[in-house]
């Protein structure tokens, strides 16, 4: 048995949700000095590059999950042409969505409706368009951006587990991305419908979103909030960010087209990158 599928296979018994609610209770702590115990421990061990943040100095933070979600500087994530990516990160999978199917890794697919909250009509009008999977590792800028100017039509958050989402775990446990607890949010832009969901994972404390703030997890079925007031936000604004690491997947109609450039998965994109070309 390898060591990948091992660490995959002791996450089942594991009590996802307590571990993660006592990481977040540690990474919310104001103790000056354990917070900067904290902070130094993970820039030392993920090599987390300071200079480009907008407040460098590790100290001026005043719990861990300030430091985790930290800001950018202005010049720092230019924005490209068309379909810019959403976050720094690794680009693990992207293709095209075949019916009701996305990939997950080699061999392994999972269905597009179960990813979406289990509803065929949210899920059609994405059959047969694009997605990418971006896992940001520890290391990573935790904010999340928009890939293209939308307007929120709704949201869904999925109750489910806390798997790591990392690519050891991505590559044995089937329906990965469909089982852990996400935030689905459908914007309507102008090519279209756009998925972007959120992925919760182990010891990720919470998901905050800029028109709710914090999303308190929820047990039972998915819970469905449809905004008739519109938000709208443009190309490049900030629409949520990971209180500790995990997965955006992005969902895109026919017409929005990846880069012939990316040709290979597994490959760092940094948030604002071109990642694909938007069809007149």
Request: glycine share 8%; with cysteine; charged share 20%.
């Amino acid at each position: 048995m390898t060591f990948d599928r091992l660490f995959a296979l002791i996450q089942y018994p594991l009590p996802h949700h307590l571990i993660s609610r006592l990481v977040g209770y540690l990474a919310r702590c104001r103790t000056p000095w354990l917070k900067n115990l904290l902070i130094k421990a993970f820039i030392r061990r993920f090599k987390v590059d300071m200079s480009q943040a907008k407040q460098p100095d590790h100290s001026a933070y005043p719990c861990f999950n300030d430091f985790f979600t930290r800001a950018l500087r202005d010049d720092a994530r230019p924005l490209g042409e068309g379909l810019i990516s959403p976050v720094d990160g690794l680009l693990s999978r992207f293709g095209r969505i075949e019916r009701d199917s996305l990939i997950q890794a080699k061999g392994r697919n999972y269905s597009l409706t179960t990813l979406l909250g289990g509803d065929e009509e949210r899920a059609n009008p994405f059959h047969d368009g694009n997605f990418a999977t971006i896992y940001l590792s520890p290391r990573d800028y935790h904010r999340v951006h928009m890939p293209l100017e939308g307007r929120l039509r709704e949201t869904i958050y999925v109750p489910g587990r806390l798997f790591s989402v990392n690519l050891a775990t991505a590559d044995h446990v089937p329906g990965l991305f469909a089982r852990n607890e996400r935030l689905v949010c459908i914007f309507h832009t102008e090519h279209g419908p756009m998925a972007m969901v959120l992925v919760g994972a182990m010891i990720v404390a919470a998901i905050e979103t800029v028109w709710a703030g914090q999303i308190t997890p929820l047990p039972g079925s998915p819970q469905v909030t449809r905004f008739d007031e519109p938000v709208v936000l443009p190309k490049g604004a900030e629409m949520g960010r990971f209180k500790l690491g995990s997965t955006v997947i992005l969902c895109l109609p026919k017409g929005i087209d990846f880069k012939d450039s990316l040709d290979a998965n597994d490959s760092m994109v940094s948030m604002g990158q071109s990642l694909g070309i938007v069809s007149p």
